[in-house]
């Protein structure tokens, strides 16, 4: 199974921003790192300016920031992993039906332009995080989430079993 693995200090950094209120947005770079496992290893936050659209219920990065993400990924030959937040109020994390609808279209584009390197997404709400992969076509849970010096991580696994449950109607 697919697994994150972050350096401390990116993690802490995420973490305190999502925490701030819901809907922040950041974006991070990831390497292989071993034969199920990339390694993040840069972070870049969006600043609320950059959203098309943005409150507590739903934001969207402007096209600039969408096209700068996929430019920065592309030039350091790396991965693209996203997360945003839910805010405390919406435990267990999971990925909302809005989340899904845009990674309909949003996924495959960036796969495609970033020569089919798998895309990440992460998703918090309060203490909870839940986490997707994109290795092929279809999205399969992170497994794991390791941090130097903590103990492992486990997403919720709520958004796979949605998708799961959604294709077995």
Not at 5 to 16: G, M, R, T
């Amino acid at each position: 199974m697919t697994s994150l693995s972050f350096p401390e200090q990116i993690y802490k950094k995420l973490l305190a921003r999502m925490d701030e209120r819901p809907e922040q947005v950041g974006f991070m770079l990831a390497s292989k790192a071993g034969s199920d496992i990339f390694r993040v290893h840069e972070l870049r936050l969006v600043e609320g300016h950059r959203f098309a659209s943005w409150s507590d219920e739903h934001a969207e990065a402007d096209d600039a920031i969408r096209g700068e993400m996929i430019q920065w990924a592309w030039r350091e030959d790396a991965c693209l992993v996203e997360a945003h937040s839910h805010g405390r109020g919406f435990v267990p994390a999971r990925f909302s039906r809005f989340d899904f609808s845009q990674f309909e279209e949003w996924v495959p584009h960036v796969r495609w332009r970033l020569r089919q390197r798998p895309y990440f997404a992460l998703v918090t709400a309060g203490d909870e995080i839940d986490a997707l992969a994109w290795l092929g076509a279809n999205a399969e849970a992170i497994a794991r989430i390791s941090v130097d010096r903590h103990a492992d991580v486990f997403p919720s696994g709520e958004s796979i079993a949605y998708l799961e449950a959604q294709h077995d109607r």
